[in-house]
């Protein structure tokens, strides 16, 4: 079975969105990216609005199983802090009209799940995603490929079906990260 989700990284003047489907082995596809943008010239209801119905849009066409978003940290700029929770909210909203789930994960998750380390940079991120993905070039802007390595991370995260083989046939084409995570869910499920 497949897992689709939908990856969002939030902000008022670029919301990141990423689509993956994500197989019982972990092997992720990209669907679909993009970003949606709006002016600090335009009020902020308007701005809320613009990504209330690009999200709606989003969830309407690729119907995800889940949402992942990157959960708001504190930074010392407060109306970063403000217009990123209030994006936030705008597409946790939409997900909770439809009934899908929602998942809120840190930039250290994400970083560890996609890299192997929580404090890699975003160009690291962006080529393990690209690595991941199988794609022929990187997500750009930045924000969409942070929105791909939500959906990713969560996908992983979440357990999207049976175990990974670390070793064997098909385990070189597991990144070093995805080889790290799946040794660590299988010794956590030899300990239980």
Known sequence: MTLRVLGVDPGLTRCGIGVVDVEKNRRATMVAFGVVGTSPEESLDQRLLVIATSIDDWL??????????????????????????????????AAARRGIPVA?????????????????????????????????????????????????????RAGSGAAVATTGPGSQSLTPAQRAWANAEAKARRAR
Do not use: C
């Open 104 to 156: 809120l994960h840190t930039p250290s998750e994400v970083k560890a799940a996609v890299t192997g380390s929580g404090t890699s940079n975003k160009d690291a991120v962006t080529k393990l995603v690209t690595k991941i993905l199988r794609l022929d070039a990187p997500p750009r802007p930045a924000d969409a490929a942070d929105a791909l390595a939500l959906a990713i991370t969560h996908a992983w």
């Open 60 to 93: 309407d066409k690729y119907e995800p199983q889940v949402l992942a978003v990157e959960r708001v940290f504190s930074q010392l700029n407060v109306s970063t802090v403000m217009g990123v929770a209030q994006a936030s909210g705008v597409v946790i909203a």
